[in-house]
């Protein structure tokens, strides 16, 4: 198998793999807030805390960046295959 060959096949497994990762973390952040309906975030936040809304607890500047680098980390695969794309037809 030649080296350029090699790079095309390590490039889109990669590119895979991060989409999968992105796509984990993607469900990661929308179940969080499930458990928000927990015993335990009931003693810290509120009695009236459940599911989806925190009571008195706020996520924070945490919960902003995990959605912003998520959103972002989506156009990592896609810009890997471009890329590689890009070099082997200039």
């Known amino acids: 198998m030649s080296r350029d060959r090699q ?3 390590m490039s889109c497994v990669m590119s895979s793999v991060v989409l999968f990762v992105v796509l984990l973390f993607s469900g990661g ?3 969080f807030p499930v458990g ?3 015993d335990f975030v009931r003693q ?3 009695a009236t805390s459940r599911s989806y809304w925190p009571a ?3 996520v924070g500047w945490t919960g902003v960046l995990a959605v912003v680098s998520d959103g972002l980390a989506v156009f990592c695969p896609f810009l890997s ?3 590689y794309a890009e070099m082997t037809h200039s």
């Open 81 to 83: 295959r471009h890329l």
């Open 36 to 38: 928000l309906n927990s």
């Open 56 to 58: 008195e607890c706020t």
């Open 44 to 46: 810290i936040c509120g």
């Open 29 to 31: 952040l929308a179940l």
């Open 7 to 9: 790079t095309g096949v």
